[in-house]
């Protein structure tokens, strides 16, 4: 099965800190790479996705690298805050594809 | 107005009871799936519909049984169930099949 391999599981950041969550996929025709995050008791939402055209997108504190020739893609969340104190997944998907690959999770705590 | 709203948010039940889901859209949207989320986490899909058509039925007990009576609904009926069952059940929707999903706010199903 197509897996997308998320890690940490968790991760604890001290406020203003910069936090860094890691995926790696398997399948290279894989051209879309969201992310979503979840807050406790709500559905996952979109957060910021990339496709393999370009290496980087920040929107705000939040930016997608992405390397191809590793297959991997990472976020990472600038100064960040308790409020985004959250679950993160990371995925995937072929643009011929019904459906995406998500990641495992990671568990983000920021303390205050 | 809530997106993608499901019913009901909590649901307790005994082993062997038949329990149903209910999800609404009101976004227009085409597609409209069925995820679980267990204990750790982790997002699986179970179903999706693309204009009231079963597209993706993934290895799910018989007893899922998924109904699309228009494009704005998805109901996930659940027939003797047991206690694996118990997880979080997300009902989701997007304007084509591989685009951003709008996830409700999901339901947590205990079996007791």
């Known amino acids: 099965q197509q897996q997308v391999k998320q890690s940490p599981q968790s991760l604890i950041v001290q406020k203003g800190g910069i936090s860094i969550i890691n995926c790696a996929y398997e399948?290279?025709?894989?051209?879309?790479f969201p992310w979503y995050q979840q807050f406790p008791g709500k559905g996952p939402a979109l957060l910021i996705a990339?496709?393999?055209?370009?290496s980087e997108k920040k929107e705000g504190r939040f930016t997608i690298s992405f390397n191809k020739s590793a297959k991997q893609f990472s976020l990472h969340i600038m100064d960040s805050q308790p409020g985004d104190s959250a679950t993160y997944f990371c995925?995937?998907?072929?643009?011929?594809?019904?459906?995406?690959?998500f990641g495992s999770g990671t568990q983000l705590t920021v303390l205050p | 107005d809530t997106a993608v709203s499901q019913t009901p948010k909590y649901l307790v039940t005994q082993m062997g009871n038949d329990k149903s889901i209910k999800c609404e859209q009101n976004?227009?949207?085409?597609?409209m799936y069925w995820y679980k989320q267990d204990s750790k986490k982790f997002l699986k899909i179970m179903f999706s519909?693309?204009?009231?058509?079963?597209?993706i039925n993934e290895t799910v007990p018989n007893r899922f049984s998924p109904k699309s009576p228009d494009k704005a609904h998805l109901n996930l009926h659940i027939n003797s169930l047991e206690l694996g069952d118990s997880a979080v059940y997300f009902c989701?929707?997007?304007?084509?099949?591989?685009?951003?999903?709008?996830f409700g706010s999901g339901t947590q199903l205990s079996v007791l």
């Open positions: 995925a995937a998907s072929k643009s011929s594809a019904r459906q995406l690959t």
């Open positions: 519909y693309n204009n009231k058509e079963l597209i």
């Open positions: 976004l227009g949207h085409d597609t």
């Open positions: 990339i496709r393999p055209d370009v």
């Open positions: 989701a929707s997007s304007r084509a099949p591989n685009e951003k999903l709008f």
């Open positions: 399948n290279t025709a894989f051209d879309y």
